[in-house]
C-alpha cells in the first residue's frame, strides 16, 4: 500500500494557525445533519491524536466539501486543502465509502459521471444531436498512468 | 463571442433539457459555442477527494483540448467550473505539477500551457454586452419570486474562484443571478441561508438522508418568504431541489412545491421559447400551474 505525503498538500504549521474559534463549524452543513467533525474538530484532532488516526475514521467523507469552513476562517487556513488530503490519505488506507468507489469505477470505465442510459431518444426529444462517445481509451491510459490504482480498481 | 462548450456529464445525460435551453439562449446571444471532445471534468467532489493526481491530469488533458482549439472554456456547472478552475490555476503557478501532469499527456499528444481561462455560463451572460443583448431579446416577464441558489463551488473557496474580488476583510458573495432574473421582470427574493449547500455531495457520497435533511432545511427558508420558483446553474443541485422534493415529500407531505429551473430555461422563456424548447416539461416538480399563471404554455 502506498501512502501520500499529506503534509504536501497542506502545511503541517497551519493547524498551529488554528484559534479553535469555531467560526467554521458554526456554518458546517454536514454538522447539522451527521455526525461529521466539522473542521475545528477535523484540526484538533490532527493535532491531538494525529492524522493517522483520523483518517481511519469514516466520519471524516461526511464533510459536504462546501468550502464554507474555509470562507469563514479568521485565520484564513485552507482547510479545504486539508480535507482533500485527508480523504485522499483515507481512500489509500482503503477508507472510501462503496458509493464513492462505484462513482470512481464509472468514471474510469466510460470518463464519465454518469449511467448512460436510453440517450439518444432522451436527447432527440430535446432536439439534440446524440452524444458522442468518450475517448475512453485516452482516459483509461491517463488513469493507469496517475496511479489510480492504488484507489480503485478498474 | 465564441467559447468551448464544457457539458460536463450530468447535463447532457441526465438533464439534455438545460442543454437544449442553453445552446437556444446562447444562439440568440450570439455567443458561439464549439464542441470538442471533453471528458468528465472530474467532480471536485468524487475524484478529488479520492485520488488529486487522476483528477489534476483528467482536468489538465481537458483544459489542453481547449487550448489546442484557442478558446476558453465555458462550463455549465458548478462543480465542472470549480475543477476546471482550481486546475488551470494550480498548473499556471507549479512548474513541478505542471511537468508532472506534462509528462502524461505528451504521450496523447497533449501539453498543458497554461494559455486559456475557464468560466462558467453564468458570469459570460452577465457581460456588458450580452446583457445589453438580453434586454433586446426579452419579449415577455416572468413575474415570479424567485429564489438563487448558486451551488457552493461555483463561488468557493472564494480565494480560488474570485481571487480578484476578494479583500481581506470579506468574503465574496456572488449576486450576478439575481441581478440577470430581473432584467427578465423576475423578483429575486432574499432569504435566510441563502448561500448554504444542496446537500447533494453528501447524500451522493455518504448518507442520503442526511444530504436531503439539508435540502429540506433550505428549502424550508425558501417558503418561508413565499419563494414561488427556484433558479440554479448546477445540475447537481437541481437534482437535489427537483428529485429531493419528491423523495421529501414522501415522509413530509409537504404540498408547497417549488418548480426548479436551469438559468437558462428561465432566459429562454423570457426570450420566448415555449416550456417544451426548453425541456421544463422533463422536471419531476412540475412547473405548469405556475407558468400558466403568468401566461405561458
Ligand atoms: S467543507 Fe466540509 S467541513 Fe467545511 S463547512 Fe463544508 S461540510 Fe463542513
Ligand atoms: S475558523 Fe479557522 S481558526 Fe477558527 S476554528 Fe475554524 S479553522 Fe480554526
Redesign the pocket.
Known amino acids: 500500500m502506498t501512502t501520500i505525503k499529506l503534509w504536501k498538500f497542506f502545511a503541517r504549521e497551519d493547524l498551529y494557525e488554528c484559534y479553535q474559534c469555531a467560526r467554521?463549524t458554526g456554518?458546517?452543513?454536514?454538522?447539522e445533519v451527521a455526525p461529521?467533525f466539522?473542521?475545528r474538530e477535523?484540526i484538533l484532532k490532527c493535532l491531538n491524536v494525529g492524522h493517522e488516526k483520523v483518517v481511519q475514521d469514516e466520519r471524516i467523507w461526511l464533510?459536504?466539501?462546501?468550502?464554507?469552513?474555509?470562507d469563514r476562517c479568521p485565520q484564513k487556513i485552507p482547510?479545504?486543502d486539508l480535507?482533500v488530503a485527508l480523504r485522499n490519505s483515507a481512500a489509500r488506507r482503503g477508507n472510501i465509502p462503496g458509493r464513492l468507489v462505484m462513482a470512481i469505477e464509472l468514471l474510469a470505465k466510460t470518463g464519465r459521471s454518469m449511467i448512460v442510459h436510453q440517450l439518444d431518444e432522451m436527447r432527440a426529444h430535446h432536439g439534440l444531436a446524440p452524444l458522442p462517445p468518450a475517448p475512453v481509451e485516452e482516459i483509461r491510459a491517463i488513469l493507469e498512468k496517475t496511479g489510480l490504482r492504488e484507489v480503485v480498481e478498474f | 463571442m465564441k467559447y468551448a462548450l464544457f457539458l460536463g456529464c450530468a447535463i447532457p445525460i441526465k438533464y439534455p433539457g438545460f442543454e437544449a435551453a442553453t445552446r437556444l439562449v446562447c444562439q440568440r446571444l450570439g455567443i458561439e459555442l464549439v464542441d470538442l471532445p471533453f471528458s468528465c471534468c472530474p467532480p471536485p467532489t468524487s475524484m478529488k477527494l479520492v485520488h488529486y493526481d487522476s483528477w489534476l491530469a483528467l482536468a489538465a488533458r481537458n483544459l489542453c483540448l481547449a487550448e489546442e482549439a484557442g478558446l476558453d472554456v465555458m462550463t455549465l456547472c458548478s462543480g465542472c467550473v470549480n475543477t476546471l478552475k482550481e486546475a488551470n490555476r494550480t498548473l499556471k503557478q507549479s512548474e513541478s505539477k505542471k511537468r508532472r501532469v506534462n509528462k502524461i499527456l505528451e504521450e496523447h499528444n497533449h501539453r498543458f500551457k497554461g494559455t486559456i481561462d475557464v468560466t462558467h455560463i453564468l458570469d459570460v451572460l452577465y457581460q456588458d454586452t450580452i446583457v445589453e443583448r438580453l434586454i433586446k431579446e426579452t419579449v415577455r416577464d416572468l413575474p415570479m419570486r424567485i429564489g438563487c441558489h448558486y451551488g457552493c463551488h461555483y463561488f468557493r473557496p472564494p480565494g480560488i474562484m474570485y481571487p480578484g474580488e476578494l479583500s481581506d476583510a470579506e468574503s465574496y458573495v456572488p449576486v450576478q443571478m439575481d441581478h440577470l432574473l430581473s432584467i427578465i421582470g423576475m423578483e429575486p427574493m432574499e432569504y435566510s441561508r441563502k448561500f448554504l449547500?444542496c446537500g447533494s455531495p453528501l447524500g451522493a457520497n455518504a448518507d442520503q438522508d442526511a444530504g436531503y435533511a439539508i435540502t429540506q432545511t433550505k428549502l424550508q427558508y425558501m417558503r418561508d418568504r413565499d419563494i414561488e420558483a427556484l433558479s440554479v446553474i448546477c445540475p447537481s443541485c437541481f437534482e437535489q431541489f427537483d428529485m429531493g422534493q419528491i423523495v421529501l415529500g414522501r415522509k413530509t407531505k409537504e404540498k408547497y412545491k417549488i418548480p426548479t429551473f436551469f438559468l437558462t430555461q428561465l432566459l429562454g422563456l423570457a426570450m420566448g421559447l415555449s416550456a417544451k424548447e426548453v425541456g421544463v416539461d422533463v422536471h419531476r416538480i412540475k412547473a405548469r400551474k405556475l407558468l400558466d399563471g403568468i401566461g405561458i404554455g
Not at chain 1, 456554518?27 to 454538522?31: E, G, L
Open positions: 467554521c456554518s458546517c452543513p454536514a454538522m461529521a466539522g473542521p477535523t464533510c459536504c466539501t462546501c468550502n464554507v469552513c474555509e482547510i479545504s480535507l | 449547500c
